[in-house]
């Protein structure tokens, strides 16, 4: 059965994601492992410990000992799993940005790096078949660890210079969407000396304050503070803090490709070049600024474990997505929203506004659409789309085609009956035309 989708198996609790479908997910990540231990955490979603509690009886069924973090953001269960020699893989129990009825399982190999398609193939296929207990004294063990947060954020500040942010006695305004970085963020705050007004960094897995999707509209509280105040930066995270977002000094809010291109900008100036990885869906104005500033930057297929499996082949010093997934290989090959907020804060503390800076970014019309399409035509579609566009073809991931002045790429959704286009160009007229002559052939090739 496939279970898996771009960030684990998500469902509504008790509903599709229920304590009976979660033992069974436990004993094949049991089985699929065949060693512990395995650490597990959680974001503070109010089905987190129901779904956690039958995860881990699935695992220790197999025989597997657990060791508990608790509840702390998805990329501190991966920087335990990657720095314990011992830990043989993770297990966080979220739903990242979803709404508070949502829960989900997502499996952290041995590296700290999320499962590999075939890894949760793997699972999948375990999941549907009976799995055998082991006796009664090789049941698994469990134990519990405070410190892995605390540990973590230690972590995250070793790769920042603390002296300089300290030193620049920072304002800002901290939004942690009532997730799961709701101590550990606060904590960085204090430990870089930075004076965070704090919204909604109380646990509350009911997500009162607004949905823990960190997009403009759902941010407006943090808009307004920033931009009324004196804080130089506004910083949000998504439900379980693998992402982050910003709003700039003035009140603005920053597209996820800014806050991408300013820290790949920064790292490419201060490593004197190198290379940066994003997805081919990603604005060129992050292309741009890595190649003014001295770097190579090169395009992957979407999704965040791809974009961070080409960096570690290819000793890539940044890269990310521009949904406010950052990756910084000097800490870890996956998402870090603590880390994205502390190399924002030495980037203003030692190049200034972020207002200023952005303002020296080049910038693109852009639109973003959708056109139905059955699943069963999608590869007809995308090989007609391949077969006619002209320009510079690429089909890395859907076909993206180049010209000189922008891109459009046609990706077919992974989860619903349709495409995406996605068009971006320095002339506004040409970007829309473009749109919409993919619209016409697709929904032509649809009906042919
Ligand atoms: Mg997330």
């Known amino acids: 059965m496939k279970m898996f989708g771009t960030n684990g198996i998500r469902g509504i609790a008790n509903e599709d994601m229920g304590p009976e479908l979660a033992l069974q997910v436990g004993k094949a990540i049991g089985s699929v492992l065949g060693e512990g231990p395995v650490a597990i955490a959680t974001d503070p979603r109010t089905s987190s410990p129901m779904i956690k509690c039958a995860v881990c009886s699935g695992l220790m069924a197999t025989g ?15 920087y335990h799993v990657k720095t314990h020699a011992d ?24 590296d700290g790096t999320e499962f590999t398609k075939e890894q949760e193939s793997m699972v999948e296929d375990a999941y549907d078949t009976v799995i055998k207990c082991v006796p009664w004294d090789r049941i698994g063990r469990m134990t519990s660890i405070d410190g892995a947060g605390e540990a973590y954020i230690d972590a995250v500040i070793s790769h920042v210079d603390v002296d300089a942010i300290k030193k620049a006695r ?13 101590e550990t963020t606060p904590m960085m705050m204090r430990k870089l000396g930075v004076d965070a007004t704090l919204l909604n960094c109380v646990m509350d897995g009911t997500f009162p304050g607004h949905e823990s999707e960190p997009i403009e509209s759902n941010l407006t509280e943090l808009i307004d503070i920033t931009g009324r105040t004196d804080a130089v930066v506004g910083m949000a995270h998504d439900g379980d803090a693998d992402r982050c977002v910003f709003v700039s000094g003035s009140g603005r809010y920053l597209p996820g490709d800014l806050s991408l291109a300013l820290i790949a900008q920064h ?22 600024v890595v190649e003014s500033s001295g770097g190579e930057f090169h395009y992957t297929a979407v999704g965040s474990p791809i974009v961070a499996r080409a960096m570690m082949e290819n000793n890539g010093i940044f890269g990310g997505e521009d949904n406010g997934g950052l990756i910084f290989p000097e800490h870890q090959y996956c998402r870090d929203g603590a880390m994205g907020m502390a190399s924002i804060l030495e980037i203003i503390a030692k190049e200034g506004d972020l207002d200023d800076l952005i303002s020296k970014m080049p910038r693109y019309h852009s639109l973003k659409l959708t056109v139905r399409c059955p699943d069963e035509k999608k590869r007809i579609v995308a090989e007609r789309i391949a077969q006619v566009a ?15 002045d922008g891109w459009v790429l046609i990706r077919a959704s992974g989860t619903e009956p349709k495409f995406r286009i996605y068009s971006e160009s320095s002339d506004e007229i040409l970007m829309k035309e473009r749109s919409e002559h993919y619209r016409g052939l697709i929904e032509r090739f649809v009906d042919e």
């Open 87 to 110: 830990v043989k893989g993770g297990v966080m129990i979220t739903a990242s940005h979803n709404p508070p009825q949502y829960n989900g399982i997502k499996c952290i190999a041995e």
């Open 267 to 288: 790292k490419v100036m201060v490593n004197g070049g190198g290379k940066v990885y994003a997805p081919v869906s990603t604005s060129s104005t992050v292309k741009d």
């Open 64 to 78: 597997i000992d657990i060791v508990d973090l608790g509840i702390i953001p998805t990329p501190a269960l991966q």
């Open 390 to 404: 002209e320009g510079d073809v690429d089909t890395t991931d859907g076909v993206r085609i180049d010209y000189d």
């Open 170 to 182: 920072l304002k800002i305004v901290l939004d942690c969407s009532n997730g799961a970085a709701c």
